[in-house]
């Protein structure tokens, strides 16, 4: 039951079927209107799960859209409307979690586990390398010379 | 009487379970066979047992039996029988039995055809089989009994969610599990082999087949949610990094390792102890994702399992399986002898960073799932974890595993021509140049990133395609001679061939969503909207009726250069029983390019919302999916995985060697 999330979230936040940006919505300015969209794909509607307020129905993401194209119509430049709807709903919004201390083991973790990874698979054959290159001892060197001997025989 | 019987028969199938899960492992350990064959016959009687208690469900569905709990809460008399019968998984205690049940038909299938492995090491596959269904069977009787009947049984039932009434979704779930599930026989396979202390080519010869028929049921299981996802949600969007997606990736993630890193221990008797910790910890995270969803530890409205007495019941089986597989593993791996060595530029070597790479991925996706929770928990600021970082962290792990899986089969064994091999790839190159190149020119300077992925899956293409020509030697030798080679070359070849096309068609589907176009207006009847070369018209919409909806269908004309391309009817349904609508769009799908429109909310003044989509290669994603399962599946047919080939081989060998003395 894995697209759950959307089913249910469909089920709960809206009764209109699927959709996202209303006609009303849109600022005339079809420049304007690509910007809002792009920051709108980056911000989460606050009610569902792991979806953006781009393709939410839900009442509040129709509502943070409209606030963001009122910002953005007021010559807001990209980061300053986002930072002006991060202050009203806290880093929760943005689904691109913002790089700080406490999300730093989140994004710097996968480089870091791909770099620990390799490192070990170096040193791991570095080591077995190491261990398979002992020299034979004489009495193995001798044993050996024995079979040679016996198998020319 | 019948729902009584499958419940019955569900406690019993525990205590069979339980008899299984101890009986032959004592057998192993004081080699008496006796005890051993008890694994076989209690997997062969657990199978029915479950597939009763299911069947009875599903019968209590059939007739709406609304005396049944389960039945009042997910059934109505007025839904089609299909969607009657698929509704018994689409809950949270039916879904859990559909789950047993995949659990026991692995152990049937186990105990069925696997009468060539030593008994000790069947003795105790079916043994671990064995607890995992104690486990889960405990879980189902204690705390999410799906037989449990209504004191005061109403008239009708409150029906199934209408979005899940789809033949897309019904069918959904049980791929998906069967893929989930089918990961537990290699777990019990790599706990076997870690309680015996030996893993050999022959080990990996058994365990293989098994993984690889999960991974091909998982990836079924995935492309048909993401393309129900695309075709019901009205505005085309097929993956969304959800968590419950991301539990269903990260196991096939690691399947995919791990039907990889199996063949090196196959044919090269290394990487040994590591393609274990893969069988364990791909079946860890179906166990994980279990956990995920079915917990509600998820912020999430997934969470149909809200009852914490569950959430701990599951956590409680997550650690006992999880932490005693890998305690296990700690204290019996590092006397597992390794085998060949090779060098860094070698087919093993390639194999080792496909591995590589798609460990960090399922990793980066299951921390990306739960840094959330995590951040929760510590009492941190709540976060999001969204599509940008999985696709900031997860996408560049995969360029590279694209860009090796065409060079890595032509490497050889043990020590490999890595400029030998990109030489033979030359016209792979020489594609995927002119592919970016002709993608820039079409989109005229498009998304760079996009065109690279382009360029990535004409790269890997023609990649599998040289090295299938070379091995058939096609354009060398007469094209007699190369069907002939073609004929005799293992299915396993051709699987794999057909696998990485199926890769490079999938990845091309997504690169390609880069270049979809938009239209989005309200329409009034007769009028019309320019989408890309095309023009949308809407022609009328028609109140209709439905079995259990009453629909607005649109009719819905799209011309090119004024001749009618496509006549669609995409409607919107309106459920009187949950008071719901649902979208159900028009799509014309054709090799090129997705026509996909959806019906949206009629204003005042007689207009309707229109949303008009066109999506190039889009439906490559899901047939790209659908060839990589199937290229699984032709590799699963190879004769040399069948029963008793590898134990005739041996017995040859044997003969041979006697006769050699």
């Known amino acids: 039951m894995k697209r759950f999330a959307a089913a249910l979230l469909l089920a709960l936040s809206f009764a209109g079927g699927a959709s996202a940006v209303e006609p009303t919505e849109r600022l005339s300015d079809p420049a304007l209107e690509s910007r809002a969209r792009a920051i709108s794909q980056g911000l989460r509607c606050l009610v569902c799960q792991n979806e953006s307020i781009d393709e939410s129905g839900a009442d509040l993401a129709h509502d943070v859209r409209v606030l963001l194209r009122e910002r953005i119509a007021a010559g807001d430049s990209d980061d300053k409307a986002t930072a002006f709807i991060v202050s009203r709903y806290g880093d929760f919004v943005l689904l691109n979690p913002p790089v700080k201390p406490a999300t730093y083991v989140l994004w710097f973790g996968p480089p870091a586990l791909l770099v620990i990874a390799m490192g070990g698979l170096i040193l791991g054959r570095r080591r077995r390398a190491a261990a398979q290159e002992v020299p034979l001892s004489a009495d193995e060197r001798q044993a050996l010379a024995r079979l040679m001997q016996e198998s020319e025989q | 009487?019948?729902?009584?019987?499958?419940?019955?028969?569900?406690?019993?199938?525990?205590?069979?379970?339980?008899?299984?899960?101890?009986?032959?492992?004592?057998?192993?350990?004081?080699?008496?066979?006796?005890?051993?064959?008890?694994?076989?016959?209690?997997?062969?009687?657990?199978?029915?047992l479950v597939a009763f208690a299911m069947a009875a469900l599903m019968y209590a569905y059939i007739v709406s039996d609304f005396s049944v709990i389960n039945v009042i809460q997910n059934s109505h008399t007025d839904k089609p029988l299909l969607y009657k019968i698929t509704g018994v998984w689409g809950n949270h205690e039916g879904s859990m039995l559909l789950w047993v049940f995949m659990l026991a038909l692995c152990g049937g299938a186990v105990a069925l055809f696997s009468g060539n492995l030593p008994p000790a090491l069947q003795a105790r596959v079916l043994s671990v089989q064995g607890m995992i269904g104690v486990g889960f069977l405990a879980f189902i009787l204690l705390t999410s009994n799906p037989f449990l009947r209504a004191v005061m049984p109403p008239e009708n039932g409150n029906g199934l969610n209408p979005i899940l009434q789809d033949p897309g979704l019904a069918f959904h779930p049980p791929f998906l599990y069967l893929g989930y599930v089918g990961f537990s026989v290699s777990f019990a396979f790599a706990v076997a082999a870690l309680i015996d202390g030996r893993v050999d080519a022959a080990w990996a010869r058994w365990v293989r087949p098994w993984a690889l028929a999960s991974w091909c049921a998982l990836t079924v299981g995935i492309a048909m949610g993401s393309w129900w996802a695309y075709y019901t949600l009205g505005w085309?969007?097929?993956?969304?990094?959800?968590?419950?997606?991301?539990?269903?990736?990260?196991?096939?993630?690691?399947?995919?390792?791990?039907?990889?890193?199996?063949?090196?221990?196959?044919?090269?008797?290394?990487?040994?102890?590591?393609?274990?910790?893969?069988?364990?910890?791909?079946?860890?995270?179906?166990?994980?994702?279990?956990?995920?969803?079915?917990?509600?530890?998820?912020?999430?409205?997934?969470?149909?399992?809200?009852?914490?007495?569950?959430?701990?019941?599951?956590?409680?089986?997550?650690?006992?399986?999880?932490?005693g597989s890998l305690t296990l593993y700690a204290v019996r791996a590092p006397s597992l002898q390794s085998g060949g060595l090779f060098a860094p530029v070698s087919r093993e070597g390639a194999l080792v960073l496909n591995n590589l790479l798609l460990a960090t991925g399922a990793a980066t996706v299951l921390l990306g799932t739960l840094y959330p929770l995590f951040i929760d928990v510590i009492g941190g600021d709540k976060l999001t974890v969204g599509p940008p970082f999985f696709n900031k962290t997860f996408v560049p792990l995969m360029v590279p595993v694209l860009a090796a899986v065409a060079a890595g089969p032509l490497l050889a064994w043990k020590r490999g021509d890595l400029l030998g091999a990109l030489q033979r790839l030359w016209l792979a190159f020489a594609a995927a140049i002119l592919v970016a190149v002709a993608g820039l020119y079409l989109t005229s300077g498009g998304p760079v990133l996009a065109i690279l992925g382009l360029g990535l899956a004409a790269w890997t293409a023609l990649g599998a395609l040289v090295e299938w020509a070379e091995r058939i030697k096609l354009f060398r030798v007469k094209p007699g001679d190369s069907w002939k080679r073609a004929v005799h070359l293992p299915r396993a070849a051709h699987g794999m061939t057909l696998a990485h096309l199926g890769l490079a068609i999938s990845v091309a589907g997504i690169a390609a969503t880069a270049f979809e176009r938009e239209q989005l207006s309200v329409v009034r009847i007769g009028d019309s909207i320019q989408l890309a070369e095309f023009t949308v018209t809407l022609d009328k919409v028609e109140r209709q009726p439905g079995p259990n909806f009453v629909a607005d269908d649109a009719t819905v004309t799209v011309r090119r250069n004024g001749v009618i391309e496509a006549v669609m009817h995409p409607q919107r349904r309106f459920f009187e029983l949950q008071q719901q609508t649902t979208t159900e769009t028009a799509i014309r799908t054709s090799l090129l390019a997705d026509l996909y429109i959806a019906l949206g909310e009629p204003d005042q003044n007689g207009g309707w919302t229109i949303r008009a989509y066109w999506k190039p290669l889009i439906s490559w994603i899901w047939f790209g999916a659908l060839v990589m399962a199937f290229g699984g599946m032709v590799s699963l047919s190879d004769r040399r995985w069948r029963v008793g080939v590898a134990a005739r081989a041996r017995m040859n060998a044997k003969l041979q060697a006697a006769a050699g003395d």
């Open chain 2, 1 to 48: 009487m019948i729902v009584e019987l499958g419940h019955f028969a569900l406690i019993l199938a525990f205590c069979v379970a339980v008899c299984q899960a101890i009986v032959p492992l004592l057998g192993a350990w004081r080699r008496h066979y006796g005890w051993m064959s008890v694994g076989r016959s209690a997997a062969l009687v657990q199978f029915p």
């Open chain 2, 236 to 323: 085309g969007g097929w993956w969304f990094w959800d968590p419950v997606e991301n539990a269903s990736f990260m196991p096939w993630l690691a399947g995919t390792a791990l039907i990889h890193s199996a063949i090196v221990v196959e044919k090269r008797d290394a990487l040994k102890s590591w393609t274990i910790l893969l069988a364990i910890i791909t079946f860890s995270l179906s166990l994980v994702g279990t956990f995920l969803v079915r917990s509600g530890v998820l912020t999430s409205v997934h969470a149909f399992a809200v009852d914490p007495s569950r959430g701990m019941f599951i956590l409680l089986l997550l650690v006992a399986s999880i932490g």
